[in-house]
């Protein structure tokens, strides 16, 4: 995400999205991965991204969407995935906010997927309104700011163990696509 350094997530942790764009969000972070990202939400959910629209982020073939048909079987999905440390970054599109058990959960196998697996696995929770998800890293949320340009947006940290709430308007360079950070 451009180049302050700061809005680097912690790997083997549990994050939060949340905003009209923390899907745009999570598609940065895959972005600047390597291999596989898996992304998880329900089965019933009418908002499903497609893979395809995503072309000028990501290669869409490393996207692996998983859609579990019960509500308790998205979060068990992505504690699993963490557990394996097989991907460096596993995505839940969540309908509404886990509880802090099992945002503890995901933190531990998440812990336990970067001692064994091939990968520190970083996971994303994207959770609708203002989020507020208990036990998570941090916090963070994105909205469009057309201000900064068609393709801008406001990125703030609401939360954060070891840094301050902060806020910075991110917009896409038109000559190489990449983010940048318009004002600190």
């Not at 999905?77 to 995901?106: F, H, I, K, S």
């Not at 469009?144 to 954060?160: F, I, K, Q, V």
Request: proline residues 7%; hydrophobic residues 45%.
């Amino acid at each position: 995400m451009g180049n302050a350094p700061d809005l680097q997530l912690a790997k083997a942790r549990v994050h939060e999205a949340c905003g009209t764009a923390r899907r745009t969000m999570a598609v940065w972070l895959a972005a600047r991965t390597t291999g596989p990202v898996i992304w998880i939400s329900p089965a019933w959910a009418q908002d499903q991204l497609n893979a395809d629209g995503l072309r000028d982020w990501i290669d869409p073939a490393r996207l692996i969407f998983v859609r579990p048909r019960r509500a308790e079987d998205v979060l068990w999905t992505m504690e699993e995935v963490l557990r394996a440390g097989a991907v460096a970054l596993a995505v839940a599109d969540l309908p509404g906010l886990p509880g802090l058990t099992q945002v503890r959960r995901m933190h531990l196998a998440a812990e336990t997927g970067a001692a064994e697996g091939q990968h520190a696995p970083t996971g994303l929770l994207l959770t609708p309104g203002n989020g507020g998800a208990a036990g998570v890293e941090t916090r963070w949320h994105l909205a469009p700011d057309h201000a900064a340009g068609p393709e801008g947006w406001r990125l703030e940290r609401l939360r954060a163990r070891t840094a301050p709430r902060r806020s910075w308007q991110i917009a896409r360079n038109n000559t190489d696509r990449a983010l940048c950070i318009k004002t600190a």
